[in-house]
């Protein structure tokens, strides 16, 4: 009896941490990857990519990623960022994410409700229509590391994806679209 006490104890513990929901999906409280603050931050999630192949089928999924542009530089992609928002009124979910110049890393903040993630950065996993900047490499692993992408939609239907690609393409010539596999799977 203890055992299954204890089994059951731990599963309880891993429902309530990651949330499942009603779709089946599995969310957390901040959808994360912990990568610690140091010169290896982006190497880091490189091997988070390389984990995440390993991973079983059910904590993957293939969604369709549309990009608005490319680039070393956040600043720069950060006001194209707010020029698409007024543009095609789409609408900005930074995660309470922001450059971190002292990290060189889109990050949290050091003080985030999320002690395990404050201070680091986390990708966007789950399909949206909102505007953010991630790094290009969790979603196309031939990326450079450090290349940030100015992702406009995470979609789960292609022609969806592409609909969007088409519209964004005739004012934004360099918008692509990545077919990606991306862990959803808990994170904590």
Same mark, same amino acid.
């Given at each position: *009896?203890?055992?299954?006490?204890?089994? /059951?104890? @731990? #599963?309880? $513990?891993?429902?309530?941490?990651?949330?499942?929901?009603?779709?089946?999906?599995?969310?957390? +409280?901040?959808?994360? !990857? &912990?990568?610690?603050?140091?010169?290896?931050?982006?190497?880091?999630?490189?091997?988070?990519?390389?984990?995440?192949?390993?991973?079983?089928?059910?904590?993957? @999924?293939?969604?369709?990623?549309?990009?608005?542009?490319?680039?070393? &530089?956040? #600043?720069?992609?950060? +006001?194209? *960022?707010?020029?698409?928002?007024?543009? #095609?009124?789409?609408?900005?979910?930074? *995660?309470?994410?922001? /450059?971190?110049?002292?990290?060189?890393? $889109?990050?949290?903040?050091?003080?985030?409700?999320?002690? $395990?993630?404050?201070?680091?950065?986390?990708?966007?996993?789950?399909?949206?229509?909102?505007?953010? !900047?991630? /790094?290009?490499?969790?979603?196309?692993?031939?990326?450079?590391?450090?290349? *940030?992408?100015?992702?406009?939609?995470?979609?789960?239907?292609?022609?969806?994806?592409?609909?969007?690609?088409?519209?964004?393409?005739?004012?934004?010539?360099?918008?692509? +679209?990545?077919?990606?596999? $991306?862990?959803?799977?808990?994170?904590?």
């Amino acid at each position: *009896m203890h055992k299954f006490t204890s089994i /059951y104890i @731990a #599963f309880v $513990i891993i429902l309530t941490a990651c949330g499942v929901t009603p779709t089946g999906k599995i969310e957390t +409280k901040a959808d994360t !990857i &912990n990568i610690s603050a140091s010169n290896h931050l982006l190497p880091q999630l490189d091997s988070v990519n390389r984990e995440t192949e390993e991973m079983s089928n059910d904590d993957m @999924a293939t969604y369709f990623v549309i990009v608005a542009d490319t680039s070393l &530089n956040y #600043f720069a992609l950060h +006001k194209k *960022m707010f020029s698409l928002n007024r543009k #095609f009124k789409l609408p900005i979910d930074t *995660m309470g994410r922001f /450059y971190n110049t002292s990290k060189n890393l $889109i990050a949290l903040p050091d003080n985030a409700d999320d002690e $395990i993630y404050a201070g680091n950065y986390f990708p966007r996993r789950f399909p949206s229509e909102d505007l953010s !900047i991630e /790094y290009l490499n969790f979603y196309q692993k031939q990326a450079s590391l450090k290349t *940030m992408a100015l992702v406009t939609g995470i979609y789960e239907n292609e022609k969806s994806a592409d609909s969007s690609l088409v519209a964004l393409q005739k004012t934004e010539k360099k918008t692509f +679209k990545i077919k990606a596999d $991306i862990y959803i799977g808990c994170m904590h």
